[in-house]
């Protein structure tokens, strides 16, 4: 194994070194990694490091040659009905970038309990002799929509940058118990986390609380049933886990479907009891140029409330880069 160097993912941002090693060179111990770091083998943009390091999307971490049983065994191929199923969620590719439409219920990343998810299925789309595309942000397990990979490490990190940098343009679809007043404006509400593992939520807090991130999403109202449901675009402008979920639930209309924020009444009888949140739509610089923008069409049963409630989606744009 010679030497390689990694680019920080969105998703990987915050994430201590000592723990990214451990997600991707899980038989690393501590003690080797400490030495490591120690020698000055493994460095991130060519520093020094120590284990405790936060990380940052777009960063370079330096891996040295690493003994046999510190690697990763390389992972099986997906089946052939896995494969099919990761062809049939691109709605763009180009030979530096793939734009995905996730199914939801299915995880962009392993993690307890989960055998099948994104990351491990883009081992389909690895061509043969190159290296396996990469997720560049992610967006949760129950939620459908866009999901941006990219084909090798120098366009993650141009990416990465472009999320870093707030040049990415999102736009969630959502349905809500009833109806936000105002009817648009910014959630400037800060979120913690509370608990820990499978059992942890993302609650709002006070602005001076100790462990307060700050957090804001625009939200626009697109239609509405009265005061009983509404359809919302929902932008967020800083990327905490749950944001969109708890904000909308600050408004006092959660989410339609939500198994993890609103209670009981984000359940309501007679509609599919899935997350009726949908990341619509990604604008954003194409690193060979121009900007791409990718829309995604509404999941089932998504359409299926949408025709109960009477709002019209309308076509969905095909792919658009300017240049």
Same mark, same amino acid.
């Given at each position: 194994?010679?030497?390689?160097? %990694?680019?920080? $993912?969105?998703?990987? /941002?915050?994430?201590?070194?000592?723990?990214?090693f451990r997600r991707h060179y899980p038989n690393l111990t501590q003690g080797g990694l400490q030495k490591l770091c120690r020698k000055g083998q493994v460095r991130v943009d060519g520093g020094r490091v120590q284990p405790n390091k936060r990380l940052y999307p777009g960063q370079s971490i330096r891996i040295p040659p690493l003994p046999d049983q510190s690697r990763?065994? *390389?992972?099986?191929?997906?089946?052939?009905?896995?494969?099919?199923?990761?062809?049939?969620?691109?709605?763009?590719?180009?030979?530096?970038?793939?734009?995905?439409?996730?199914?939801?219920?299915?995880?962009?990343? &392993? =993690?307890?309990?989960?055998?099948?998810?994104?990351?491990?299925?883009?081992? &389909?789309?690895?061509?043969?002799?190159?290296?396996? @595309?990469?997720?560049?942000?992610?967006?949760?397990?129950?939620?459908?929509?866009?999901?941006?990979?990219?084909?090798?490490? &120098?366009?993650?990190?141009?990416? /990465?940058?472009?999320?870093?940098? %707030?040049?990415?343009?999102?736009?969630?679809?959502?349905?809500?118990? &009833?109806?936000?007043?105002?009817?648009?404006?910014?959630?400037?509400?800060?979120?913690?986390?509370?608990?820990?593992?499978?059992? $942890?939520?993302?609650? @709002?807090?006070?602005?001076?609380?100790?462990?307060?991130?700050?957090?804001?999403?625009?939200?626009?109202?697109?239609?509405?049933?009265?005061?009983?449901?509404?359809?919302?675009?929902?932008?967020?402008?800083?990327?905490?886990?749950?944001?969109?979920?708890?904000?909308?639930?600050?408004?006092?209309? @959660?989410?339609?479907?939500? *198994?993890?924020?609103?209670?009981?009444?984000?359940?309501?009888?007679?509609?599919?009891?899935?997350?009726?949140?949908?990341?619509?739509?990604?604008?954003?610089?194409?690193?060979?140029?121009?900007?791409?923008?990718?829309? /995604?069409?509404?999941?089932?049963?998504?359409?299926?409330?949408?025709?109960?409630?009477?709002?019209?989606? =309308?076509?969905?744009?095909?792919? %658009?880069?300017?240049?």
């Open positions: 194994m010679s030497v390689q160097n %990694r680019i920080v $993912s969105e998703d990987e /941002a915050d994430l201590r070194l000592d723990r990214w990763p065994a *390389p992972p099986p191929p997906p089946n052939p009905e896995l494969i099919q199923q990761m062809r049939d969620m691109i709605l763009y590719e180009d030979e530096q970038l793939i734009v995905l439409n996730k199914p939801s219920g299915l995880a962009t990343q &392993g =993690g307890p309990g989960i055998t099948v998810h994104v990351d491990m299925m883009l081992e &389909g789309l690895r061509p043969e002799g190159g290296e396996k @595309p990469r997720l560049v942000h992610r967006i949760d397990r129950d939620t459908s929509g866009l999901l941006l990979v990219a084909r090798t490490p &120098g366009v993650a990190a141009k990416l /990465a940058a472009a999320f870093r940098s %707030r040049e990415v343009s999102k736009t969630y679809w959502a349905v809500v118990v &009833g109806r936000p007043t105002p009817p648009e404006g910014v959630i400037d509400q800060p979120l913690a986390k509370v608990g820990a593992g499978g059992a $942890s939520l993302i609650v @709002p807090v006070e602005r001076g609380d100790e462990d307060a991130m700050s957090a804001k999403s625009a939200y626009e109202t697109l239609d509405a049933t009265g005061k009983r449901f509404s359809w919302l675009a929902l932008s967020p402008w800083t990327g905490r886990t749950h944001q969109l979920r708890v904000h909308t639930e600050s408004l006092g209309t @959660p989410i339609l479907g939500d *198994p993890r924020y609103g209670g009981a009444a984000a359940h309501v009888e007679g509609f599919p009891d899935r997350l009726h949140l949908h990341a619509r739509m990604l604008a954003f610089p194409h690193p060979a140029g121009g900007r791409l923008e990718v829309t /995604a069409p509404l999941p089932p049963h998504m359409q299926e409330t949408f025709q109960m409630l009477g709002f019209i989606a =309308g076509d969905t744009p095909k792919p %658009r880069r300017s240049r």
